[in-house]
C-alpha cells in the first residue's frame, strides 16, 4: 500500500505539471491568434507607421459566471465584486481607420464565494493580475473619434488571497492563474491638440479558462469597466 505523504507529493507534482503545461498552451495559443489576426494589418501597413502611446484608469464589476456541473456545484454561488485597473498601451494605425493595440495593465479585483445558503460558508477572495490585451482597432470620425477595439487578451493571476472568518489563505494554489479570453471596447475620443487626445468608455472583457482548479464545476471570469484615458499620437 503507498503511503499517503506519497500519493500527497504525487499528486502535488503532477499539479504543478500541469499548470505548467497550460501556462505554455495558453503562450502558444496567444500567439498563434495574434499571427492570425495580424495578416491584414501587414498587409495594409503603409512605410511610415503612425504610433501612439498611452496610460488609462478604469473601475467597474467583476463577476464569475458559474456552470453547476455534478451535484457539488450547484451549492457553489459567486457575488459580483469591484475592479479596479490601470496601465500604458501601445497603438500602430497602419491606414487612417484601422490599426493595432497593446499594452500592460495592473488590475485588482474582489469577489466572493458562498457555499450553500450559510454566511459562515463564504469565502472572499481577493486577486492582483497583470493583462496583455491584443486588439484590432477600427476608428471612425474626424474631431471626434470613436474607436472600437476587439480581439484577445490574456491574464495572469500572480496573488490571491482567500479568507473567511478572520483567517486568510494565499488561494493562488487553488487558482488557475493563467486566464485567456477577449475583449471589447468602446472609445469616445477628443483631441485636446494636434498630437493629445482625452477618452472615455466601457470596455468588457470574457476569460474562458476555468477559474478553480479540480472542481467537478466550471467557472469563468468575466468584467466590465468604465476607462478613462490620454492617448499621445505622432499623426
Keep these: 500500500m503507498e503511503p499517503a505523504s506519497c500519493r500527497n507529493n504525487h499528486r502535488s507534482v503532477l499539479i504543478r505539471i500541469t499548470k505548467i503545461q497550460n501556462t505554455l498552451l495558453c503562450i502558444v495559443i496567444f500567439f498563434l491568434l495574434a499571427i492570425v489576426f495580424t495578416p491584414h494589418a501587414i498587409l495594409a501597413q503603409s512605410t511610415t507607421e503612425n504610433k501612439a502611446l498611452g496610460f488609462n484608469i478604469a473601475a467597474g464589476l467583476s463577476d464569475v459566471w458559474h456552470v453547476s456541473g455534478t451535484e457539488d456545484g450547484k451549492t457553489v454561488r459567486w457575488q459580483p465584486g469591484l475592479i479596479a485597473s490601470g496601465g500604458f498601451f501601445s497603438e500602430t494605425m497602419f491606414t487612417p481607420n484601422f490599426g493595432m493595440h497593446s499594452g500592460l495593465h495592473y488590475a485588482f479585483f474582489k469577489n466572493e464565494l458562498q457555499f450553500g445558503s450559510s454566511s459562515e460558508a463564504t469565502i472572499v477572495s481577493k486577486s492582483q493580475s497583470m493583462i496583455i490585451p491584443l ?8 474631431k471626434v473619434k470613436l474607436d472600437i477595439l476587439y480581439g484577445i487578451a490574456y491574464m495572469h493571476i500572480f496573488h490571491n488571497s482567500m479568507s473567511n472568518d478572520g483567517q486568510s489563505t494565499n488561494g493562488i494554489k487553488y487558482l488557475n492563474y493563467n486566464q485567456f479570453g ?18 472615455f468608455g466601457p470596455h468588457a472583457q470574457f476569460y474562458l479558462s476555468n477559474l478553480i482548479e479540480s472542481t467537478n464545476w466550471r467557472d469563468y471570469m468575466y468584467n466590465t469597466q468604465c476607462e478613462i484615458g490620454m492617448l499621445f499620437t505622432t499623426f
Excluded: C
Excluded at 486588439?135 to 474626424?142: D, I, P, Q, R, V
Excluded at 477577449?182 to 469616445?188: M, P
Design 182 to 199: 477577449g475583449g471589447l471596447q468602446l472609445r469616445v475620443r477628443f483631441a485636446i491638440n494636434k498630437f493629445t487626445h482625452f477618452y
Design 135 to 142: 486588439y484590432l482597432l477600427s476608428s471612425l470620425g474626424s
